[in-house]
């Protein structure tokens, strides 16, 4: 018998909770926050759900819903949730160090050897403790297998019998859990294959945790299928992951907020997002010996299109914000057209390699100490005084031909001195 305890974290509404940590008048209206550029909603409230609006519903379509219903809509502030988001974790760890952060706002903590008699309570002191230490409220979920505690979550989040906290470790929970949760709303499923499973008659995680020919879920839906149909009988099939995996490609890129239509603008868009795609980099102490830019104009509207990508292959691996800006510009350079309505730029690092084992070269500009000191020194003020408290030249001082529409960002209440809340 599986004796694993598995308890999934979930933040409830992170973004918005997060826009109501610092605006106590917002406890009770409805709040959402928008993606880049002011785009489509990706956080909503339970008074904003109700309201009929839908994850990913475009704001100009429910703009008059919002403003007839009070809606306090922001931008998205990424730099606070993220800040926010490693409160949260900070506080899990004190619990267990078995603890795998599935997403910004997720974590499954391993309770192995716990007894089921108090491991409700020991849950609801981890929410609490959450909830005091950061302001934050959680929904936790307690299972058997990750894929059951994903599921037993979602009953804690919608039900609010639970207070919170619902372990389906009991057979008389985990019927009810089965038998109320569609096969869409079960993880790893998506939507794509929950159509397939209704086309053989299975609409709810029961059906599937019950359905007999095993052989036909792994064809249609592979071992991964299969794997999930057990995690639903109680047999772990996908372990806690500790370690983050180095990412073996780094993207930076972002929608511009208004048409851009010269070089300049775009050289300096790019130069920002390869400082970020740096930063994430040398976070993970990787290096990257392949480089690549793409640009294009707008497809929605009707206007003369145009869109290409340019890479080069370097000699000697790098980490260094200035080395990959300059290629960028020359990549940029061969492919820029004048003339054109240019809606997006992106940078693609590729070919990483660990940074203390990758293989230098007899020929090319290796990185040296003192490069290494200086892009370790940049990331350190800027980690500790705030995002781009230093940054290179050539990302420019004005960022309004270029950046993305955010006119209803709020403050950023933990990262930055100017807009530290006052009281």
């Given amino acids: 018998m599986n004796d694993k305890i598995f308890v999934l974290v979930d933040c409830n509404s992170f973004y918005c909770s997060c826009e109501r940590l610092f605006r106590p008048d917002l406890r009770f209206r409805p709040v959402g926050v928008l993606s880049n550029n002011d785009g489509c909603f990706v956080s909503r409230t339970n008074e904003l759900k109700k309201l009929g609006v839908a994850m990913g ?47 910004v706002d997720e974590a499954f903590l391993d309770l192995t050897g716990f007894e089921e008699k108090t491991i409700e309570d020991y849950c609801r002191n981890i929410k609490a403790t959450v909830e005091r230490n950061t302001g934050i409220p959680v929904g936790i979920g307690i299972a058997r297998t990750k894929v059951l505690a994903k599921l037993a979550n979602r009953i804690a989040k919608k039900d609010e019998s639970t207070k919170g906290v619902y372990s389906v470790l009991s057979a008389k929970n985990l019927e009810y859990a089965l038998g ?32 007999k020919n095993d052989l036909l879920i792994q064809k249609q839906f592979t071992k991964v299928g299969r794997m999930i149909q057990d995690e639903l009988r109680g047999i ?131 990185d040296s100490v003192d490069d290494l000191k200086l892009m370790l020194m940049m990331d350190t003020i800027n980690a500790r005084d705030g995002h781009e408290t230093l940054k290179i030249a050539a990302c420019g001082t004005n960022k309004e031909a270029w950046y993305m529409n955010q006119v209803m960002k709020s403050q950023r209440y933990v990262t930055g001195w100017s807009e530290l809340l006052k009281v």
């Avoid at 931008?75 to 599935?102: H, K």
């Fill in 57 to 103: 519903a475009p704001y100009f379509q429910v703009k008059n819903i919002c403003d007839k219903n009070n809606v306090a809509v922001f931008s998205a502030n990424f730099s606070l949730y993220t800040n926010l988001s490693d409160r949260v974790m900070n506080t899990l760890f004190e619990f267990t160090p078995n603890l795998e952060v599935y997403s």
């Fill in 236 to 366: 772990s099939c996908f372990p806690l992951n500790n370690e983050t995996p180095k990412k073996k490609e780094i993207i930076s890129s972002r929608t511009f907020g208004r048409p851009v239509f010269d070089k300049a603008s775009l050289r300096e868009s790019i130069a920002c997002y390869a400082s970020l795609a740096c930063e994430k980099l040398r976070k993970q102490h990787s290096v990257c010996q392949e480089i690549e830019i793409y640009i294009h104009t707008n497809p929605f509207k009707e206007i003369p299109q145009y869109a290409r990508a340019n890479s080069i292959k370097l000699i000697s691996p790098t980490c260094d914000t200035r080395k990959i800006i300059k290629q960028a510009w020359e990549l940029l350079d061969e492919i820029f057209i004048s003339g054109y309505e240019y809606k997006k730029a992106a940078i693609k690092l590729s070919r990483i390699q660990d940074q203390d084992e990758h293989q230098v070269s007899l020929f090319g500009e290796n």
């Fill in 180 to 211: 109320r949760v569609d096969i869409e709303d079960i993880w790893g499923i998506g939507r794509q294959n929950s159509a397939k499973f209704k086309i053989l008659g299975i609409h709810k995680a029961k059906q599937l945790r019950d359905y």
